[in-house]
């Protein structure tokens, strides 16, 4: 291979010359992606804003105090420690030019790439609603899940000590939006905690007090999956007190709560936010091609059209498929189109000039938990399963996609805990700020008052 | 006993007519009392900012990666969910007045007590220095532990990517102020975490760059133990690299560095402080005689002077003792304290007017640890113990007083895998904010930028 071909094989770091790939985003595709490359001709640098990957199908255990931050997020250089060519760095990625072949990052210079691999998933989308935007809570990334649990803990303290009735049932009202599997899992596993706390830690709040509201736009939860899992889901949230609301939108929000779209108002000091999701793209001008919904469309190779040497893979990204169907947001695509993208790679690196047949996005399955012994899996061939199988089924794919040991032994020993003692062991309200924060803030203010 | 005598005798929430005891802090003193008078006749409110309480001998094992900040926190409400008279409430304490026998709590109504324990602890004591207090990071609540461990790893990030040496070597030095128990234990933890990572997780960066700093206004470390025990301290932690000052004094900080007494000038971006507490005393006008030191005068028998029905226990007060030394700021004489005082209470209440015999303080020696294998103990009768055998007595001490089952577990789980697998797991850059913090503030602002 010559200079005039991989013009910033420069490897200054870690010798060699070799052709330079730049992975953005260590999430389930950026991640698959830099462990196929490792080890291989290429020297690569995986950039992501967190030191860590996180292991996102978690975070509502980190909210509801399950689990500890540390057991879903593990750490990039420990990954890649005993690699001799994949290099992380900690960066906020500003922009992408694909013409130049840079990418630029906030406080350091433009990094050129041979091979770009673009994985930077998505983001929260509140469909241009400003109140909901700035009032509810997420749960996309790790401060997300310890700021949750930091909330809705401190909306007990406060309505153990509240005299007056209405402002007393707001803060003991949880507005979970959207029905897909995040609202679904939050609301089982936010039901649960109260099961545990109400009437016992918190002596002067009974469990009838606390309302548990799942909004859901269509006609029935887990629209990714079969009507029936759907049904099932909504049947064990309801025997677990969780008040199922289908057909209804939030319209606004404010302070004082929510009013959905059939006109209810429903007074509330918490409003959790998982009914949608957008990329978080952040490729300048000259931009790519795009699908309405901002996803990049990238051939069926996960190439950027135009953009040489440029890939785009998982929730970022969309190829045109011939049956018109996006690939779903989710990680399995994410992770094979990482792979995929990894060999296409090693391919033009070797001068193989044969065309790699198209990506194809092996369907595994998808599942969800709804709590304590009820789970719904989704697997190949139109299988299903529920109840106590479908979260065996739920607990075991997590474990094992969970990234190292310790992570896996910390998790199983809490999930052990939680299901022989009936607790939820992580109840501290860990003040994000430095001094600790009073806790009247959620009393005195609106919901974001608590960042 | 009369409804003239208690006055506040109204346990409006938990039945009874009982006289109210207020204990304000639930750290080692208050939350003694508080067990010795769980199931005892008297209506127990006990006030914190945080709902858990802090095991912070660890917090310094927190700010080094080794525990998550769950493992020392243990939430205040389970320990007392099966109590029948003491409650827990999570309120910030704007004030005491002892003559009005009432708890300003921020956000509520005045909490009126029969009897008052004050039990809130001490705060970093920066002796009036602006600049420090501004520039440094402290050790003694949660949300610092964390923040410096966040502070340490972005450090390190921001290290592994700058290219001018000076910036580099200022990201790579570590200034730690105080050479006693905190400042040693911090200062063998954190060049523990640098062995592991350095050349390791980041390759570009070699353990002879890392500068740890251990800056102490003595002759030599650990005073408050014996000069055999302060030197041996002191010859294992420079066995393992950290470079100890002692007789040299921080004199002032800027974001560029610190400047030592005898005019050494450390360029350095971390400067942790550990030299220095004083009460965190919220009692207003009339205020209680003091020492000097700021810290509460009590009589023999822990009571206020002048304020019927006060006591003060732990670092916030000290007794007039016969032998004029004040009680040390520690664990033990906070804890036997707390168990004098509900006594004391539980002797009025029964109106048991022989006076109890005055408070003394049983040592049962002080300990250490420099890091892996050396710890130094002092024990009654003079006997010392340094090495691996002080490191064990400390390891069995400390799992003792650790609460709950389930946190003693997981330190133990945690300890066994640092020692034998040489790890630091919780290697996370978790940002205190919402979104997540740029790495770059480090090296564009001050530490506190950090925040």
């Known amino acids: 291979m010559t200079e005039g071909k991989f013009p910033h094989q420069r490897g200054e770091s870690h010798g060699g010359g070799r052709p330079r790939v730049v992975i953005v985003g260590a999430g389930f595709g950026g991640l698959a992606c830099a462990r196929k490359l490792d080890r291989q001709p290429v020297d690569v640098v995986l950039l992501d804003q967190d030191n860590y990957h996180l292991f996102t199908p978690l975070l509502y255990q980190v909210a509801t105090g399950l689990l500890n931050p540390a057991d879903i997020a593990y750490p990039l250089r420990a990954i890649f420690r005993h690699s001799p060519n994949v290099r992380f760095r900690q960066a906020t990625v500003a922009g992408v030019n694909l013409m130049a072949r840079t990418v630029q990052v906030r406080g350091g210079p433009d990094i050129p790439y041979d091979f770009l691999v673009l994985a930077t998933g998505s983001t929260d989308n509140y469909f241009g609603n400003q109140s909901i935007a700035q009032l509810s809570l997420g749960l996309k990334v790790l401060p997300h899940a310890t700021r949750l649990r930091n909330h809705v803990l401190t909306c007990l303290e406060r309505a153990d000590a509240e005299a007056d009735p209405a402002a007393r049932q707001a803060l003991l009202t949880f507005v979970v939006v959207g029905g897909g599997p995040t609202g679904v899992e939050y609301s089982g596993a936010l039901a649960e905690l109260m099961q545990i706390v109400a009437s016992k830690d918190y002596h002067e709040i009974s469990r009838s007090e606390i309302r548990i509201i799942l909004v859901e736009g269509s006609a029935r939860l887990l629209t990714a999956f079969s009507e029936h899992l759907g049904r099932y889901a909504q049947r064990v949230l309801e025997r677990r007190g ?46 790519p091609p795009r699908f309405r919904d901002r996803r990049i469309r990238v051939d069926a190779r996960l190439r950027i059209a135009g953009a040489a040497g440029a890939y785009a893979i998982g929730d970022v990204a969309s190829p045109e498929l011939g049956d018109q169907r996006e690939l779903p947001m989710l990680s399995p695509p994410a992770m094979q189109g990482g792979r995929y993208v990894a060999a296409a790679i090693l391919d033009a690196i070797r001068g193989d000039t044969r065309e790699r047949a198209a990506f194809h996005y092996l369907d595994k399955g998808t599942m969800a938990t709804i709590g304590r012994n009820a789970g719904v899996a989704h697997l190949p061939g139109g299988l299903e399963i529920t109840g106590f199988f479908g979260w065996l089924t739920w607990l075991f794919v997590h474990i094992y996609y969970l990234i190292g040991f310790r992570n896996r032994l910390s998790a199983l020993g809490s999930w052990a805990w939680d299901y022989l003692r009936h607790d939820r062991p992580i109840r501290i309200i860990l003040a994000t700020g430095v001094e600790p924060e009073p806790a009247a803030s959620v009393g005195s203010g609106s919901a974001r008052k608590m960042d």
Chains 1, 2 share one sequence.
């Open 242 to 287: 969780v008040d199922v609301r289908t057909n209804a939108l939030v319209k606004t929000a404010d302070q004082q709560g929510v009013a959905l779209s059939d006109g209810t108002v429903i007074p509330s000091r918490t409003i959790i936010w998982s009914a949608g999701v957008r990329p978080n793209d952040p490729v300048g001008e000259p931009s």
